[in-house]
């Protein structure tokens, strides 16, 4: 069967990966790809369907992106989407104009009604809710289309050409607060145009595999393993492809979770392949001793774990391939160089000076988050590695605010470890998207049994997000935020007093360094 893939072409909107991710749900495979795209490689890229993004110009703006208007000679059905659904009827003879008044420019939540003979809106309600975002309204449709949906000031909310496949919609159908947004795009990909559904993580793997064995062929492949679901993965993926061929390097900083090292390593057993856990902890610790300043340490851990990279790959001589865990979202938001640093990330993506290699693999690099955590069940990892919360690279250094030391860290971990497996208990993983404990350089005056005490105040933070760019802070139940100050305060020598931090981000950061 021929491979089936949607093209959407980018117009520069807030929602364009969130078009990918409700894309590929539907079990159809899709590619993000900038609106400079030439006639050409779409040919090549030979897709089913196509949807035009949103974006934040004015189709008659003079510097407004544009597609080539031989895209709707293609004989490819498009689905535009604001900008997109606006663009469409720009470049087909309709009419574009600013909303006249405050009263037609639609943002939120909005009222609509549809025609449910439209092919898109086949099977939902004639009435429900859509995200509007938009400042430009058509005041006359292409010739060809008809109206499809309206809401109380936009008489032209949907049109659509049935004979030729087009579609377009003023408001947003990827995101949730658009009630039947993705049976809407479900209709566009299966009825309109015809996928088949073949995008599942099965096929993928079975797929990438046979990639991975054919690209490698008899070569020697390092992979540099951080415990986190993405460098799992890619791990998980090559060592079902090439076996020994594999060498993994584990640099155990001393900086993980409770018993965080041993699971990782645990989880890697079934395979054959090679792998290697530098106990690197008393390097780490002795470079961070006396250091205060977050940047110091970020940068501190982020040279020293190349570092001890590079020392464990020399011992394993020359490599013919360095496999990185790279994924969609790293490739889609690459290149933008003009913000503003507000914390230098580390991951182990970092590439070393001088490890000998011929190439780099990345076989997570089509893939969204989601999906790497449904190809890692694919390929047998636990769940508890799969589905597990983001971690930065410096790990717990960062959530230790002043000086790193053994006894602090040994501190955390079991207050941090107390927290989640009260949340554990109480079943609230799904609603709590990265949650751990930090341990402030505070100390504050207590009573413990007939005694003073004088200790370190823990903080607790958990927050709720799609993306991490922004986030809102968990409104965990009372009851669970008193058994885990309880029991930490119990539990674990050193501390006296738990807190919660209940600020969103911005204007705070997930993490406190
Ligand atoms: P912030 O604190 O910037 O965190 O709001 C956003 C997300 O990024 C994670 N984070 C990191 N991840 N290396 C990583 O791989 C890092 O250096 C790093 N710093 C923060 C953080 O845990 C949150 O998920």
Redesign the pocket.
């Known amino acids: 069967m021929k491979r089936e893939a949607v093209l959407i072409i980018d117009f520069g909107g807030q929602y364009n990966q969130l078009i990918a991710r409700r894309v590929r749900e539907q079990n159809v495979y899709c590619e993000l790809k900038s609106h400079t795209i030439t006639l050409d490689q779409i040919r090549a890229f030979d897709p089913i369907g196509i949807i035009f993004t949103g974006g934040p110009n004015s189709v008659y703006d003079p510097a407004a992106p544009h597609a080539d208007p031989e895209i709707f000679r293609l004989g490819v059905p498009i689905l535009g989407i604001c900008y997109g659904c606006q663009l469409m009827a720009h470049e087909l003879g309709g009419l574009v104009t600013p909303a006249q008044d405050d009263s037609a420019r639609e943002y939120g939540k909005t009222d609509t009604w549809f025609d449910t003979a439209c092919p898109l809106f086949r099977g939902i309600p004639a009435e429900s809710v859509t995200w509007m975002s938009h400042g430009d309204y058509m005041a006359k449709v292409p010739d060809g289309f008809a109206l499809a949906a309206h809401s109380a000031s936009c008489p032209t909310a949907a049109i659509f050409d049935a004979g030729r496949g087009f579609y377009g919609v003023q408001f947003h159908p990827e995101v949730n607060h658009t009630e039947y947004g993705r049976q809407m795009l479900r209709n566009f990909l299966y009825d309109v145009c015809h996928a088949h559904g073949q995008w599942t993580m099965g096929d993928y793997k079975n797929a990438a595999i046979a990639d991975l064995r054919e690209k490698i062929g008899g070569g020697k492949v390092l992979l540099a393993l951080?415990g986190?679901v993405d460098s799992s993965v890619a791990a998980a993926l090559l060592a079902e492809a090439v076996g020994d061929q594999l060498t993994c390097v584990f640099v155990d900083h001393g900086l993980m979770r409770k018993d965080e090292g041993d699971e990782v390593q645990a989880a890697f057993a079934p395979w054959p392949i090679h792998f290697v856990r530098a106990n690197a902890e008393e390097r780490f610790l002795s470079k961070l001793a006396g250091v205060t300043e977050p940047e110091h340490k970020?940068k501190i851990?982020?040279e020293e774990f190349i570092r001890v990279f590079e020392a464990e790959s020399k011992k394993i001589g020359a490599v013919d391939y360095l496999a990185q865990g790279t994924i969609y979202p790293d490739v889609v938001e690459s290149g933008t160089g003009h913000a503003a640093v507000?914390?230098?990330?580390?991951?182990?993506g970092g590439l070393p000076d001088y490890v000998d290699f011929k190439e780099i693999v990345e076989p997570l690099r089509l893939l969204f988050k989601d999906e790497v955590r449904q190809l890692g069940r694919e390929l047998g990892l636990p769940e508890y590695l799969v589905s597990r919360?983001?971690?930065?690279?410096?790990g717990l250094a960062?959530r230790i605010i002043g000086e790193v030391t053994k006894a602090k860290l040994d501190t955390l971990r079991e207050a941090d470890f107390i927290f989640r497996d009260e949340v554990a208990k109480a079943h609230l993983e799904g609603s709590m998207?990265?949650y751990?404990a930090v341990l402030t350089n505070m100390r504050s005056v207590g009573v413990m049994g007939d005694g003073r005490t004088y200790d370190y105040t823990l903080a607790l933070r958990s927050?709720t997000?799609d993306d991490?760019?922004t986030?809102d802070w968990t409104r965990i139940p009372y009851e669970v935020l008193d058994a885990v100050s309880n029991r930490i305060v119990n539990s674990v020598p050193g501390i006296n007093r738990v807190v919660y931090d209940i600020t969103s981000?911005p204007p705070?950061?997930?993490?406190?360094?």
Not at 342 to 348: F, G, M
Not at 508 to 513: H, I, N, P, R, S
Request: proline share 9%.
């Open positions: 951080s986190g970020r851990i982020g507000i914390k230098s990330h580390h991951n182990v919360q983001p971690f930065p690279g410096p960062i998207d990265q751990f927050v997000t991490f760019m986030a981000k705070a950061t997930v993490e406190w360094e």
